[in-house]
């Protein structure tokens, strides 16, 4: 299958994983969803060799990563190296949606490429209206 839609939503109710890698056929990565209730404590986990990044997608989590904890909301960012321990946990008082990807074996370099040469100034006007990270 070249391509596939869905949902966070769609793929369960109620707190736990949403395995969005099997239900949208993603071969290349790993990536789920997790939801959690208000105030629900995570545990301390690594990974053999797989980084993750998590997205707060809605809510409040909190990330705790040796001596450092950090709360982060919608649209927060968290990445980990594999073997570095860490706990995500529900911050808010509403309930949390997170977003994780997953993978290893590093970074592939930029390889998109146009369909239609025709889009290219379309395009470079989208990379020139980024603003840096900051």
Do not use: C, W
């Not at 071969?27 to 969803?33: I, K, L, P, S």
């Not at 301390?44 to 989590?61: F, I, K, M, N, S």
């Not at 001596?67 to 509403?94: I, M, Q, W, Y």
């Amino acid at each position: 299958m070249g391509h596939a839609f869905g949902s966070i939503d769609g793929l369960g109710e109620g707190p736990g994983f949403r395995k969005v890698r099997q239900a949208l056929g993603v071969t290349a990565f790993g990536v789920n969803a997790v939801v959690m209730p208000p105030g629900a404590e995570g545990f301390l986990h690594y990974h053999d060799t797989q980084d993750e990044l998590y997205l707060v997608h809605r809510g409040t989590a909190r990330f705790e990563v040796g001596e450092e904890t950090r709360d982060l909301g919608p649209g927060g960012l968290f990445h980990v190296e594999s073997t570095t321990p860490r706990k995500v946990s529900n911050a808010g008082d509403e309930e949390l949606v997170l977003f994780i990807v997953g993978g290893k074996g590093g970074y592939v370099e930029r390889d998109g490429q146009l369909v239609d040469p025709g889009d290219l100034a379309r395009r470079q006007g989208i990379g020139s209206s980024s603003k840096p990270a900051s």
